[in-house]
C-alpha cells in the first residue's frame, strides 16, 4: 500500500474510497484491489503500526506502561480518541456520564471498547472466530423474539468459508458441527485445532456425565474447542489437498507462524500468530491501494436531488496532540463505510445520510459478558498456551430462546488477571508482607495454579432504545460528534445472564471449585435478577446501529449491503447484523464484508463494461 498525502489523494480518481482500515476496511481493500479497483483507505489512526518496527514500538509500550488497559498502548491522540476501559464508572445518579469518550446516558452503562488505529480492533482481539448458528438468522421464526435476517445461514455459509481461509482460522470440523451448524462434506479448516488448555482437560475429566436441566430437557455439559483465527498446525487436507499457508508477522513474515503459548493474547498478539487486519492490507495489491493516515471522516456529501454521495469530507490533523487541521475531500464511484457500529452510525447522523430512516443508530447490541471465577480443589495451571481454547456450546441454541437469552461459557486460561487483576494483586499483597525470592515465587505459585475462571458471554437482542445518537454539545478536540450512547439491558437478556450464573455455580459444586465470585453495587454494570446480585462488562462486540433487512421501511441496508437511500454507498461490518447470536461477530462481519466486496467488484464492472 501507498501511504500518501491528503492533497494526492484528493488529484486521484478512485473506484472507491474506504473510511477505517480495521477487518472490514481491510477485507475490502484487498478484494477490490484484487479485481483491479483503485482504492483509497481514510484512516483516523496515525499508522503507527504500518511497520513491524511501528507494532514492536507499540507492544513495548504497552509492557512498560504499569495500568494495562488495552488503550495503554496506543500514542495518545486527542483527534482521533476512543473509549478507555479504565474511565469507566457506575453512572451518576441522573443516569448520566460524560467524563469518557462516549457520553453515557444509560440506564446502564456501555462498556466495551475499541480502538481507532490502523488495523482497527484486530490489535486488540481475543481471536475467537466463531461461526452464527443457523437458528440466529430467524429468531422471531422460530421463537417469536428478535429479527429475522433477510438471509439464513446457507446463503453465507460460502462467505464463511472464505472468511476462514483470509482469517487463517484453527479449529476441527467435527467438533463444530453442533446446533445446526453445517459444513460442506470435504471441508476442512485451515489449521487444525488448537489443543486444549491443560485445567481445560482437567475441567473435561470432571464435567464427564453432567447435566443441567433447561427447558425441561437435559442438556449434557461438554468441552468444544473454540476455532480461533491463530496460526496452528496448517491441515494437509485443505483446500482439497492443497493445503494452507499461515501468514506471518506484518512486516516480518517469517515470525509468527505459530501461536508459542504467551497467554497474553489480548491486547497485543506479541509474536503476531493471532490475525490482525495488516496482514490483510499487505495482501492488497500495493499498486492500487493508497491510504492516508491522521484522516477522520467529518462528512458525506450529498447530491439533494439524487441522494448519491459525491464525496467525502476528512479532516486531517498535524499531529496527534493538537487538533490543528486541514479539511480536504475525496471522490470516487462507491464509497464503503467500514468503521465499527458506532463509528460508523455517528458519521451517518453527522452527515444527515439516511434521512428519515429513523433506525440508523438503533438496535446497539454487545455481549453482556458474566466474570465468574473459582479456586479449584487442585492445580490447573492457567498461563500456558492462548487466553482460551475451549468454551461450553450447549447453551448457544434451543427452545429456551423463547423465553430467556442464550448463552456460551467461555473457558479462561489466564487465572483471575481478568476478572480480578489478580496476578498484580497478589504479588503486590505478597510483597507488602514482606516476601522476597524463592518463598515470594513459592506462595505466588501457590496462589495461582489453582485459580479458574470464565466468562458467559450473553446474548441481546436488537432493542429498539438502545442506540447511538449525536449532540451539538459534544464534540472532540477537531469538532466531530462524539458518540451520545442510550443503553440497557432487557429482561429477556437479563434472565440470560442470571440462568449463565445459576448454571456456573452447579459447575463450580461439580468439579470441586470454590467460588470466588462477588458482584458489588459499585461495579458499573451491577444489576440484580431473580434474587442475584450480578454485574457484567462488555465483550467489545459492538453490532447494530446500521441493520440490513427486506425493507427500507424496517432496516438500512439490503442483504447486499448497499444503503436503502445512497445507492452507491455501502456500509459494511458488524453494524449490519440483525441480532447477536452467541458467536463473537468478527467472523461474521468478516464473511458480510467478502460478499459486500464482491457484489462492489461485480457492479464496478458492469459499469466498465457497459462505458467501452
Same mark, same amino acid.
Given at each position: 500500500?501507498?501511504?500518501?498525502?491528503?492533497? *494526492?489523494?484528493?488529484?486521484?480518481? +478512485?473506484?472507491?474510497?474506504?473510511?477505517?482500515?480495521?477487518?472490514?476496511?481491510?477485507?475490502?481493500?484487498k478484494?477490490?484491489?484484487?479485481?483491479?479497483?483503485?482504492?483509497?483507505?481514510? !484512516?483516523?489512526?496515525?499508522?503507527?503500526?504500518?511497520?513491524?518496527?511501528?507494532?514492536?514500538?507499540?507492544?513495548?509500550?504497552?509492557? *512498560?506502561?504499569?495500568?494495562?488497559?488495552?488503550?495503554?498502548?496506543g500514542?495518545?491522540?486527542?483527534?482521533?480518541?476512543?473509549?478507555?476501559?479504565?474511565?469507566?464508572?457506575?453512572?451518576?445518579?441522573?443516569?448520566y456520564?460524560?467524563?469518557?469518550?462516549?457520553?453515557?446516558?444509560?440506564?446502564?452503562?456501555?462498556?466495551?471498547? +475499541?480502538?481507532r488505529?490502523?488495523?482497527?480492533?484486530?490489535?486488540?482481539?481475543?481471536?475467537?472466530?466463531?461461526?452464527?448458528?443457523?437458528?440466529?438468522?430467524?429468531?422471531?421464526?422460530?421463537?417469536?423474539?428478535?429479527?429475522?435476517?433477510?438471509?439464513?445461514?446457507?446463503?453465507? !455459509?460460502?462467505?464463511?468459508?472464505?472468511?476462514?481461509?483470509?482469517?487463517?482460522?484453527?479449529?476441527?470440523?467435527?467438533?463444530?458441527?453442533?446446533?445446526?451448524?453445517?459444513f460442506?462434506?470435504?471441508?476442512? +479448516?485451515?489449521?487444525?485445532g488448537?489443543?486444549?488448555?491443560?485445567?481445560?482437560?482437567?475441567?473435561?475429566?470432571?464435567l464427564?456425565?453432567?447435566?443441567?436441566?433447561?427447558?425441561?430437557?437435559?442438556?449434557?455439559?461438554?468441552?468444544?474447542?473454540?476455532?480461533?483465527?491463530?496460526?496452528?498446525?496448517?491441515?494437509?487436507?485443505?483446500?482439497?489437498?492443497?493445503?494452507?499457508?499461515?501468514?506471518?508477522?506484518?512486516?516480518?513474515?517469517?515470525?509468527?507462524?505459530?501461536?508459542?503459548?504467551n497467554?497474553?493474547?489480548?491486547?497485543?498478539?506479541?509474536?503476531?500468530?493471532?490475525?490482525?487486519?495488516?496482514?490483510?492490507?499487505?495482501?492488497?495489491?500495493?499498486?492500487?491501494?493508497?491510504?492516508v493516515?491522521?484522516?477522520?471522516?467529518?462528512?458525506l456529501?450529498?447530491?439533494?436531488?439524487?441522494?448519491?454521495?459525491?464525496?467525502?469530507?476528512?479532516?486531517?490533523?498535524?499531529?496527534? !496532540?493538537?487538533?490543528?487541521?486541514?479539511?480536504?475531500?475525496?471522490?470516487?464511484?462507491?464509497?464503503? #463505510?467500514?468503521?465499527?457500529a458506532?463509528?460508523n452510525?455517528? #458519521?451517518?447522523?453527522?452527515?444527515d445520510?439516511?434521512?428519515?430512516?429513523?433506525?440508523?443508530?438503533?438496535?446497539?447490541?454487545?455481549?453482556?459478558?458474566?466474570? &465468574?471465577w473459582?479456586?479449584?480443589?487442585?492445580?490447573?495451571?492457567?498461563?500456558?498456551?492462548?487466553?482460551?481454547?475451549?468454551?461450553?456450546?450447549?447453551?448457544r441454541?434451543?427452545s429456551?430462546?423463547?423465553?430467556?437469552a442464550?448463552?456460551?461459557?467461555?473457558?479462561?486460561?489466564?487465572?483471575?488477571?481478568?476478572?480480578?487483576?489478580?496476578?498484580?494483586?497478589d504479588?503486590?499483597?505478597?510483597?507488602?508482607?514482606?516476601? $522476597?525470592?524463592?518463598?515470594?515465587r513459592?506462595?505466588?505459585?501457590?496462589?495461582?495454579?489453582?485459580?479458574?475462571?470464565?466468562? $458467559?458471554?450473553?446474548?441481546?437482542?436488537?432493542?429498539?432504545?438502545?442506540?447511538?445518537?449525536i449532540?451539538?454539545?459534544?464534540?472532540?478536540?477537531?469538532?466531530?460528534y462524539?458518540?451520545?450512547?442510550?443503553?440497557?439491558?432487557?429482561?429477556?437478556?437479563?434472565?440470560?445472564?442470571?440462568?449463565?450464573g445459576?448454571?456456573?455455580r452447579?459447575?463450580?459444586?461439580?468439579?470441586?471449585?470454590?467460588d470466588?465470585?462477588? +458482584?458489588?453495587?459499585?461495579?458499573p454494570?451491577?444489576?440484580?435478577?431473580?434474587?442475584?446480585p450480578?454485574?457484567?462488562?462488555?465483550?467489545?462486540?459492538?453490532?447494530?446501529?446500521h441493520?440490513?433487512?427486506?425493507?427500507?421501511?424496517?432496516?438500512? &441496508?439490503?442483504? *447486499?449491503?448497499?444503503?436503502?437511500?445512497?445507492?452507491?454507498?455501502?456500509?459494511?461490518?458488524?453494524?449490519?447484523?440483525?441480532?447477536?447470536?452467541?458467536?463473537?461477530?468478527?467472523?461474521?462481519?468478516?464473511?458480510?464484508?467478502?460478499?459486500?466486496?464482491?457484489?462492489?467488484?461485480s457492479?464496478l464492472?458492469?459499469?466498465?463494461a457497459?462505458t467501452?
Amino acid at each position: 500500500m501507498n501511504v500518501i498525502t491528503p492533497h *494526492q489523494a484528493e488529484q486521484t480518481d +478512485y473506484d472507491v474510497v474506504i473510511v477505517g482500515g480495521g477487518i472490514a476496511g481491510s477485507l475490502m481493500a484487498k478484494t477490490l484491489t484484487r479485481g483491479g479497483k483503485r482504492c483509497l483507505i481514510l !484512516e483516523a489512526g496515525d499508522g503507527e503500526n504500518l511497520h513491524y518496527a511501528g507494532y514492536r514500538q507499540t507492544l513495548q509500550r504497552y509492557r *512498560q506502561h504499569p495500568g494495562k488497559s488495552h488503550q495503554v498502548s496506543g500514542p495518545r491522540n486527542v483527534n482521533a480518541p476512543a473509549p478507555h476501559d479504565a474511565a469507566l464508572q457506575p453512572l451518576m445518579p441522573d443516569g448520566y456520564d460524560d467524563r469518557g469518550y462516549l457520553v453515557q446516558r444509560g440506564p446502564l452503562p456501555f462498556s466495551s471498547t +475499541y480502538c481507532r488505529q490502523l488495523g482497527g480492533t484486530s490489535l486488540q482481539w481475543l481471536g475467537s472466530a466463531m461461526r452464527m448458528l443457523p437458528e440466529d438468522f430467524e429468531l422471531q421464526s422460530r421463537y417469536g423474539i428478535g429479527l429475522d435476517w433477510p438471509l439464513r445461514y446457507n446463503d453465507l !455459509e460460502p462467505w464463511y468459508r472464505a472468511a476462514e481461509y483470509e482469517l487463517g482460522v484453527s479449529a476441527n470440523v467435527a467438533e463444530q458441527a453442533y446446533l445446526g451448524i453445517r459444513f460442506p462434506p470435504d471441508y476442512v +479448516y485451515p489449521m487444525q485445532g488448537l489443543p486444549p488448555a491443560w485445567g481445560d482437560r482437567q475441567l473435561a475429566r470432571r464435567l464427564n456425565g453432567m447435566t443441567v436441566m433447561e427447558d425441561g430437557q437435559a442438556t449434557p455439559l461438554t468441552l468444544c474447542g473454540t476455532p480461533s483465527a491463530r496460526n496452528g498446525v496448517p491441515h494437509p487436507g485443505y483446500d482439497h489437498g492443497r493445503g494452507y499457508h499461515p501468514r506471518g508477522a506484518a512486516g516480518s513474515p517469517q515470525l509468527g507462524l505459530r501461536c508459542s503459548g504467551n497467554s497474553h493474547c489480548t491486547p497485543f498478539c506479541p509474536t503476531q500468530a493471532r490475525y490482525n487486519a495488516l496482514k490483510t492490507l499487505e495482501d492488497a495489491d500495493p499498486a492500487l491501494l493508497d491510504v492516508v493516515t491522521c484522516s477522520v471522516a467529518h462528512k458525506l456529501l450529498i447530491d439533494p436531488s439524487t441522494d448519491a454521495i459525491t464525496g467525502i469530507q476528512f479532516r486531517h490533523y498535524v499531529h496527534q !496532540e493538537t487538533a490543528l487541521h486541514h479539511l480536504h475531500t475525496v471522490r470516487a464511484r462507491r464509497y464503503v #463505510l467500514a468503521g465499527n457500529a458506532i463509528a460508523n452510525a455517528v #458519521l451517518l447522523l453527522a452527515s444527515d445520510a439516511c434521512k428519515g430512516n429513523d433506525l440508523v443508530g438503533r438496535h446497539l447490541m454487545d455481549h453482556p459478558v458474566l466474570p &465468574v471465577w473459582g479456586r479449584a480443589d487442585a492445580p490447573l495451571w492457567p498461563m500456558r498456551g492462548p487466553l482460551t481454547t475451549s468454551g461450553i456450546e450447549a447453551m448457544r441454541g434451543g427452545s429456551a430462546r423463547a423465553h430467556r437469552a442464550a448463552y456460551r461459557i467461555e473457558l479462561s486460561n489466564d487465572g483471575w488477571r481478568w476478572p480480578v487483576n489478580a496476578l498484580y494483586h497478589d504479588v503486590e499483597q505478597l510483597l507488602a508482607e514482606p516476601l $522476597c525470592g524463592p518463598r515470594l515465587r513459592s506462595q505466588l505459585r501457590e496462589r495461582l495454579l489453582r485459580q479458574f475462571s470464565a466468562r $458467559c458471554l450473553v446474548e441481546q437482542l436488537p432493542e429498539y432504545n438502545n442506540r447511538v445518537t449525536i449532540h451539538p454539545d459534544y464534540r472532540d478536540a477537531l469538532g466531530n460528534y462524539r458518540p451520545v450512547i442510550h443503553y440497557d439491558l432487557a429482561l429477556y437478556t437479563r434472565t440470560g445472564v442470571a440462568r449463565a450464573g445459576t448454571v456456573m455455580r452447579q459447575i463450580f459444586r461439580h468439579a470441586g471449585i470454590r467460588d470466588h465470585s462477588h +458482584y458489588s453495587p459499585a461495579d458499573p454494570g451491577y444489576f440484580t435478577c431473580q434474587g442475584q446480585p450480578l454485574a457484567f462488562v462488555g465483550a467489545g462486540h459492538i453490532a447494530g446501529t446500521h441493520c440490513m433487512g427486506k425493507s427500507p421501511h424496517h432496516s438500512v &441496508v439490503d442483504r *447486499q449491503q448497499r444503503s436503502w437511500i445512497h445507492k452507491n454507498l455501502y456500509l459494511v461490518g458488524a453494524g449490519n447484523m440483525v441480532s447477536m447470536g452467541t458467536a463473537p461477530p468478527t467472523l461474521t462481519l468478516a464473511a458480510l464484508t467478502l460478499w459486500a466486496a464482491h457484489t462492489i467488484l461485480s457492479e464496478l464492472d458492469r459499469m466498465c463494461a457497459s462505458t467501452r
